[in-house]
């Protein structure tokens, strides 16, 4: 059973128990209930991705964090647990609906994700106060509050950073512990930014009534106006990266896909080995990047293979292709990945460490592509073989190894 079914049977596990039990008991301070539902549907339907592999709801996940953490004067009755978790599950679904209905990219998974954690940060909130506790002119009370409700937002955070790692783990093999510290990183730069407005959020409910929610609707637009500007550039930053990459095969010097493939293998290489999401996102465009310098030779490899050229003609069209990639101004890290993929691992990274042991990611990426990619012929074994010769010599051992693990859990172009 895949990861994702799980969550989605423990999502819609909490959700049905949820509603039942505030049927049963009915919906308290029912006027709040709906304003927040709203905020969360809406936040649903103007969901966006940040990248291939992340959606972001920021106007939802601050709306349920803040239903969540919901304790003041002006709320009568705080929500209990089960009306927060019934509350945001139909709400999620109210705003899921009309995506689906119109096409939109949407993710079950992920909004299941977002429900579990809201009820993590449900229960923490239950547990660290109790219903009398409003907020007052004791500063000892205020406090108290302030703290359960931070507590309330990282356990949120942290639950869904467990999650997300064990996702990884499973569908890109990638180490947990790796996978863990770059779901916290996200959480810490991102998530916590959801959290703290949904804390200001709640508070402003509470002391204003419902004239909260309009007060701090400003800092949620503000807050879904920058993560989609980020996510713009991303995706023109990668659409850029791709044209370039597209040049060499447009003139003859890769074979059709070649750039891609490389960089899908190097991806999984970079997975495996746990690298940091900045330094997986440079790996894929150096990946992509690797053969613009073969642009600058006489005539291209036959069926774009460079592994045909002398040393000498590659490491040329190496640096050459550093070169270009350098005049960006925003790829230096890339450029100079590129710069010593061409590099022998025995009088390159073996003694020179500062030489990123991403560029013996792409020479090794791209010697097995030219191996078993289309045209080539070669077996996934016999190419294993051939890369196996040069260990130690042309190639990083340590790259090698985590190449034979992926050929071996079934890795195909």
Same mark, same amino acid.
């Given at each position: 059973?895949? +990861?994702?079914?799980?969550?989605?049977?423990?999502?819609?596990?909490?959700?049905?128990?949820?509603?039942?039990?505030?049927?049963?008991?009915?919906?308290?301070?029912?006027?709040?209930?709906?304003?927040?539902?709203?905020?969360?549907?809406?936040?649903?339907?103007?969901?966006?991705?940040?990248?291939?592999?992340?959606?972001?709801?920021?106007? @939802?996940?601050?709306?349920?964090?803040?239903?969540?953490?919901?304790?003041?004067?002006?709320?009568?009755?705080?929500?209990?647990?089960?009306?927060?978790?019934?509350?945001?599950?139909?709400? /999620?679904?109210?705003?899921?609906?009309?995506? &689906?209905?119109?096409?939109?990219?949407?993710?079950?998974?992920?909004?299941?994700? $977002?429900?579990? +954690?809201?009820?993590?940060?449900?229960?923490?909130?239950?547990? *660290?106060? /109790?219903?009398?506790?409003?907020?007052?002119?004791?500063?000892?009370?205020?406090?108290?509050?302030?703290?359960?409700?931070?507590?309330?937002?990282?356990? &949120?955070?942290?639950?869904?950073? =467990?999650?997300?790692?064990?996702?990884?783990?499973? $569908?890109?093999?990638?180490?947990?512990? @790796?996978?863990? %510290?770059?779901? *916290?990183?996200?959480?810490?730069?991102?998530?916590? @930014?959801?959290?703290?407005?949904?804390?200001?959020?709640?508070?402003?409910?509470?002391?204003?009534?419902?004239?909260?929610?309009?007060?701090?609707?400003?800092?949620?637009?503000? /807050?879904?106006?920058?993560?989609?500007?980020?996510?713009?550039?991303? $995706?023109?930053?990668?659409?850029?990266?791709?044209?370039?990459?597209? #040049?060499?095969?447009?003139?003859?010097?890769?074979?059709?896909?070649?750039?891609? %493939?490389?960089?899908?293998?190097?991806?999984?290489?970079?997975?495996?080995?746990? *690298?940091?999401?900045?330094?997986?996102?440079?790996?894929?465009?150096?990946?992509?990047?690797?053969?613009?310098?073969?642009?600058?030779?006489?005539?291209?490899?036959?069926?774009?293979?460079?592994?045909?050229? /002398?040393?000498?003609?590659?490491? $040329?069209?190496?640096?050459?292709?550093?070169?270009?990639?350098?005049?960006?101004?925003?790829?230096?890290?890339?450029?100079?990945?590129?710069?010593? #993929?061409?590099?022998?691992? %025995?009088?390159?990274?073996?003694?020179?460490?500062?030489?990123?042991?991403?560029?013996?990611?792409?020479?090794? &990426?791209?010697?097995?592509?030219? =191996?078993?990619?289309?045209? +080539?012929?070669?077996?996934?074994?016999? &190419?294993?073989?051939?890369?196996?010769?040069?260990?130690?010599?042309?190639?990083?051992?340590?790259?090698?190894? +985590? *190449?034979?693990?992926?050929?071996?859990?079934?890795?195909?172009?």
């Amino acid at each position: 059973m895949g +990861s994702g079914v799980v969550i989605v049977a423990t999502g819609g596990a909490l959700a049905l128990i949820a509603i039942v039990l505030t049927a049963r008991h009915g919906v308290t301070e029912w006027q709040y209930a709906l304003v927040f539902g709203v905020l969360i549907a809406v936040g649903e339907m103007v969901q966006f991705r940040v990248d291939r592999i992340r959606n972001r709801a920021p106007i @939802a996940t601050s709306a349920a964090l803040a239903y969540a953490v919901l304790r003041g004067p002006a709320v009568g009755v705080p929500p209990e647990v089960a009306q927060i978790i019934a509350v945001t599950a139909v709400a /999620t679904a109210a705003g899921i609906v009309p995506r &689906a209905i119109a096409g939109l990219w949407w993710d079950i998974v992920v909004s299941c994700r $977002r429900g579990i +954690s809201v009820a993590c940060a449900a229960v923490a909130f239950a547990v *660290l106060t /109790t219903p009398d506790l409003v907020w007052t002119g004791r500063w000892q009370e205020a406090i108290w509050i302030a703290g359960a409700m931070l507590a309330a937002v990282l356990s &949120a955070g942290i639950s869904d950073a =467990l999650i997300g790692a064990g996702q990884a783990t499973e $569908r890109y093999n990638r180490p947990f512990p @790796a996978a863990l %510290r770059d779901e *916290l990183s996200v959480m810490t730069r991102i998530g916590l @930014a959801m959290g703290i407005t949904g804390m200001l959020l709640a508070a402003a409910t509470a002391l204003l009534g419902l004239w909260g929610p309009p007060v701090v609707l400003v800092p949620l637009l503000l /807050t879904q106006f920058a993560f989609r500007r980020y996510s713009s550039a991303q $995706r023109t930053y990668r659409a850029t990266v791709r044209s370039m990459a597209r #040049s060499t095969e447009i003139a003859g010097f890769s074979s059709p896909g070649q750039n891609a %493939r490389t960089a899908a293998l190097a991806v999984a290489i970079g997975n495996d080995l746990g *690298l940091t999401p900045a330094r997986m996102e440079a790996l894929e465009y150096a990946a992509l990047l690797s053969g613009v310098g073969q642009l600058a030779l006489a005539d291209p490899s036959p069926g774009g293979a460079s592994l045909l050229r /002398t040393r000498e003609e590659r490491q $040329r069209a190496a640096e050459i292709g550093a070169s270009v990639i350098e005049r960006s101004g925003v790829l230096d890290h890339v450029a100079e990945i590129v710069r010593h #993929s061409n590099d022998p691992y %025995r009088h390159g990274r073996a003694n020179n460490s500062a030489i990123p042991v991403e560029s013996g990611i792409v020479n090794v &990426a791209l010697a097995y592509e030219q =191996l078993v990619g289309e045209g +080539s012929g070669q077996s996934p074994d016999k &190419a294993m073989e051939s890369i196996g010769l040069g260990i130690g010599a042309e190639y990083d051992p340590v790259v090698v190894e +985590s *190449l034979r693990r992926i050929v071996g859990r079934g890795f195909r172009f």
